[in-house]
């Protein structure tokens, strides 16, 4: 279990996301001195009574009129419980680009509506982009509360709309909490507000608090991509040889039978190393060195699996893939795709579908893939790739494409088809009407 | 948590062992950053000036390859205006790390006329040329900085791999979207990436791993009695870049540095802190003090500020 709670928020615009960013450093007294000053300075200056929070996180200003891309914000706040890290996402230019690159990473999102406006389409987009991503919780903030006139019945209207709808994208009851806040005033954000009795559930900070944060599970099998060899050759290590990298999945245990991927040979782990000494077993996540028993030629790209349930050895990729470049994507592209440790030369042989973000449908067969699109391909690559699931496993059901020409990243990937695009084509989406 | 105040002792203490796994999960996704630029670059390079985040950097490269020494060298460039301590401290480290370290001095650009020297006598704004023109003579591809998104907001949406063209420039729409923790190193020739394993780090994360580790950091980071003028809201020392005008008189004060750059605009400040315990402490203080009128006059205000004057290479 870790302390280090990765966020990421969503929202459109004037929903108050930067306000209720803010509102949070604010609160948690994250906010340097020197920082806060200069807010209240500039909040005075333009005639405010109470310090503007979104000028807390609004570094961004300048590059909007400067006219270049605006990109995901990291923000840092901590309590004495739990630290967190908050990928703080645009909402109007690029979002999908920027709502995948925030949600990659997060265990909780939290998504923004004005309690006047309620549940939008794009509300709805966001929301599918998180479950795509397979972010495990969302917390869905009811801002401007206070502009309703605190009304109850505005809030209940919300909650189940978005219930109803989350639900369908495969989120169950205990991944969603609904909170009634007003950033600017700062009611449920970090303190309970006297204005809604009528609300029993968490503030939002509370919520943050106390969510378990799902620990990686156990029991799946090991998942160790071979990041570097260490070979000291040094004296006091003449024949020391490891296998450096970060666990992808499951448990990597002295003892444990594994089998190096794509080769297919099988050794025993014989230990666990790290430089503050030997471990009795390494969790996804840790950065280890592990060393096997049998002195067979590994190099970095390789996977050292659980040798009795291993990924699948695939040289054509049935995945999801989200667009994130200028120019299209048409069948045919000749692209390089990172997965894990390893980079292959890959070409994108069909386009089978497109997320169709109006209907939240999938089309059949599209034509090209637009900037900001998410669609259904089969990539075939040059070299046997070891994957899973992308719905089983994050880590190794995840792979970026890439521009052989000039190396930018094209596109993110995921193999298969994640949980709101389960179920054939078309998937309907939204419960309707 | 409580309205208003909080108990920074007991916000500290109290901590403790839910920070250990803050700090496992900080340095696991460092070694790892440190691992992927090991496996796919050709030349990597760590900038390394003996303060404390470089220090930290060369702390988990360290563990990131142990029992092998660090793949890479360490690169310092010298603007002259050093503090004794920290050049002694660096020797010190480079020496029981076996680790090869180049030095690109400042006043070597200024004595063949590449570079002139500023009418302030500030070396800062100097390093870039130096820093660059190393690069590209030693044909490093990777160059590990020690930056933090935390410092200031600016910095908040800076990739962990920064790529930059042939003349060090960051160019915002190649910026590339960084996805889970599969980072994209591709670069073409002549350019390269900066890469920043210590970005998801605040200060004070830094400064708990600094005691959980027992990192050695240069005597100056911690209280010690020193001569000292103001200039500018700063507390300057006197060096090798100058001393105190006519009109700057010098009173000896009880100071600690948070950070360590060019002496001629690196301040002091006011500070009783001798441990990292204390310091940690401090650190927690001024971030959590509420801060209204009176502030401009209290110490810890004034440390907070010194951060962000933070110089450093990027």
Known sequence: MSDLLRLATAGSVDDGKSTLVGRLLYDTKSVLADTLEAVHRASADRGLSTPDLSLLVDGLRAEREQGITIDVAYRYFATPNRSYVLADTPGHVQYTRNTVTGASTAQLAILLVDARKGVLEQTRRHAAVLALLGVPRLVLAVNKIDLVGFDKAVFDTISREFTEYVTGLGYTADALVIVPVSALHGDNVVERSEQTPWYTGPTLLEHLETVPVAPDPRDVPLRFPVQYVIRPRTPEHPDYRGYAGQVAAGVATPGDEVVVLPSGRRSRIERVDTADGPLGEATAGQSVTVLLADDIDISRGDVIAAADDQPKLVDELDATICWLAEKPLRAGARVLVKHGTRTVQAIVTELSGRFDEQNLSLVDGPEALSLNEIGRVVIRTSEQLPVDDYVASRRTGSFLVIDPADGGTLAAGLVGAPLPLRGGVPVQLSPGP | ?314
């Open chain 2, 1 to 314: 948590m409580g309205k208003g105040t909080i108990d920074v002792t007991d916000s500290v203490s109290g901590s403790i062992l839910q920070a250990d796994l803050t700090l496992d999960a900080l340095e696991a996704e460092a070694i790892h950053i440190f691992r992927e630029v090991a496996g796919e670059f050709d030349k990597p390079v760590i900038l390394f000036s003996g303060g404390k985040d470089s220090t930290l950097l060369v702390h988990l490269a360290y563990k990131a390859f142990w029992p092998a020494p660090i793949p890479f060298p360490l690169l310092h460039v010298d603007t002259g205006h050093n503090f004794d301590e920290v050049i002694e401290f660096r020797d010190n480290l480079v020496d029981k790390l076996g680790a090869r370290l180049v030095v690109a001095k400042v006043q070597d650009w200024i004595d063949d006329g590449r570079l002139t020297e500023r009418p302030d006598g500030t070396r800062n704004p100097l390093q870039t040329v130096p820093l660059l023109d190393s690069i590209t003579e030693g044909k490093f591809d990777a160059v590990f900085g020690g930056g933090r998104r935390d410092e200031e907001r600016a910095r908040a949406k800076e990739r962990i791999f920064s790529l930059r063209n042939a003349f060090g420039q960051w160019d915002p729409r190649r910026q590339r979207p960084e996805l889970w923790s599969l980072y994209n190193g591709r670069h073409r020739p002549g350019e390269h990436v900066r890469v920043f394993p210590l970005s998801n780090w605040t200060e004070l994360d830094v400064w708990r791993y600094i005691d959980r580790e027992n990192i050695e950091l240069p005597s100056i980071y911690f209280a010690h009695r020193r001569e000292v003028y103001q200039r500018d809201g700063m507390w300057l020392t006197s060096g090798p870049w100058g001393g105190p005008r006519e009109n700057e008189p010098v009173t000896e004060m009880t100071v600690r540095y948070r950070t360590v750059g060019d002496g001629s605009c690196t301040g002091a400040v006011q500070s009783e802190a001798s441990t990292v315990d204390e310091v940690i402490t401090e650190v927690t203080a001024s971030r959590l003090t509420e801060r209204g009128a009176t502030r401009a006059d209290d110490r810890l205000s004034e440390a907070a500020m010194e951060d962000r004057k933070r110089e450093g290479y990027f």
